[in-house]
């Protein structure tokens, strides 16, 4: 089963204020080079979709109501859906803040009626948080994911095993997992064009254009995936970037940016429970040419100061000459939190970022900060 919530960011805002429902919502970064995180399905209408830059959203959606996204606020309210997943399956394996696949796979014995099934746990969401969510049934990942969103929103489809192959040979080839922009025009020039042409083709020749992705297109393309689900998958990383209105010209410039990113990734590692080893830095330059570099910790952490030192550092390494418009910092090789080893100077940060995170649970992010990060206005 996958289980995937409608324009999820959108939707909470939709929820959480009368005033914009039914309106078109687009949640993202606001600045004019930011980019939608989410819109609601009224904003799509106008043809704004996720991923699309926010100038061009704001042209094609001038009255469109821009919220700003809310991140702690929508892991609050991911975690108490997966606390509904939860009373469905024995298994779950999140993929992102909306979404999951469950393992309900030996539960025939449970459960008569496959569809009721579904319509229970999506009542519940519905109930409970005020959300609706799209649900898919199928006899394995693939196939599921695809049933979730064959009828978004308010979705609830399950394909059997027998249906499987005739259901899915007419959809685009970019349906299938795995089938990127790259693979689809190389596909495409080979005359593929729906995942039925694929389904019936020599293996021989895929294997000579494709490689050892060959045995997994074809798999797919026959409705045929043995991946299981992997219930014990942590969170793969926690970042944040920035997309600056004005490239960034000077050091003083990126080390203030880089430390208001160390802030916004730290307070999201303490909240969510985790201490990263590694911490990568992203950089876009204003020709569009991107760097990553990373450095993995003697100890994983989840202070700013660390982040930010160790950002810095990555930074400096680089000797960039060139202008900058993005930077981006993420912590990975995420543990939990309670592991890592507390000294008696860890046990004075932590007393202080504890205090520093109580005041943002409460009065929102921008409560507290660094000195270094006000500007004269504020
Ligand atoms: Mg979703």
Redesign the pocket.
Known sequence: MHV?????FAAIEQRDHAEYRNKPVIVGGLSNRGVVSTASYEARQFGVFSAMSMAEARKRCPDGIFVSTNHHHYSDVSRQIFNIFADFAPSIEPL?L??AFMDVSGMEKLVQDWREYALKLKKRVENEIGLVASVGIAPNKFLAKLASDLEKPNGLVIIQKENAKNLIKDLPIRSLWGVGKKTAVQLQALGFYTVGQIATAELGFLVQHFGNLAYRLLELANGRDDREVETDRLTQSIGNEITFDQDLLNRTQVEKELLALAEKVGWRLRTEGYAARTITIKIRFASFATITRSQTLLEATNFDEDIYRTAVKLYKKCAITEKIRLLGITGNQLSLNEQFNLFEEDAKKKSLYGTLDQLKGRFGEKIITKAKLLNSKD
Not at 4 to 8: K, Y
């Open positions: 995937d919530m409608d324009a999820f992102s909306d979404e």
